[in-house]
């Protein structure tokens, strides 16, 4: 299993939130954060670096799934959250250990 996490502008959510439903997403998890990249947090890039870094808001979804779902997932975002412009987002990907679903005690992918 891996945890995708994808850091996107917040407007794009519902679109992507539809994305993934589609292609057979059961679960996520989202929550509302700042954060800033290579522009630190700037809508244009600067010349100089004495421009003070700012966070802008953004939403983070997390996204737990079977090995095999990770592409499709990945290019679902990717489709739905790419403008073109600074500030698309970024997806990481983490190796996940174990799931469990609390009420049935059902352990691993079946738990997703
Ligand atoms: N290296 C990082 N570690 C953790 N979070 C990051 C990292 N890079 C970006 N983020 C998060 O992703 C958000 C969006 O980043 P952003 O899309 O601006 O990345 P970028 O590298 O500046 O790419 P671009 O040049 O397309 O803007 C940031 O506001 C921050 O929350
Ligand atoms: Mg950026």
Do not use: C, W
Request: aromatic share 6%; hydrophobic share 40%; net charge negative.
């Amino acid at each position: 299993m891996k945890k995708i996490e994808a850091i996107i502008k917040p407007y794009k959510i519902e679109e992507i939130k539809n994305s993934l439903v589609e292609i057979g997403i059961h679960g996520m998890t989202v929550t509302y954060v700042e954060g800033f990249g290579s522009q630190g947090g700037h809508t244009e890039i600067y010349r100089t670096s004495e421009i003070a870094v700012s966070f802008l808001p953004k939403i983070k979804i997390e996204v737990v799934v079977d090995d095999d779902k990770v592409d499709s997932v990945n290019n679902a975002i990717i489709k739905h959250a790419k403008t073109g412009s600074i500030g698309d987002g970024k997806i990481f990907v983490y190796n996940i250990e174990n799931a469990i679903r609390i009420r049935t005690e059902e352990e691993g992918s079946v738990a997703l």
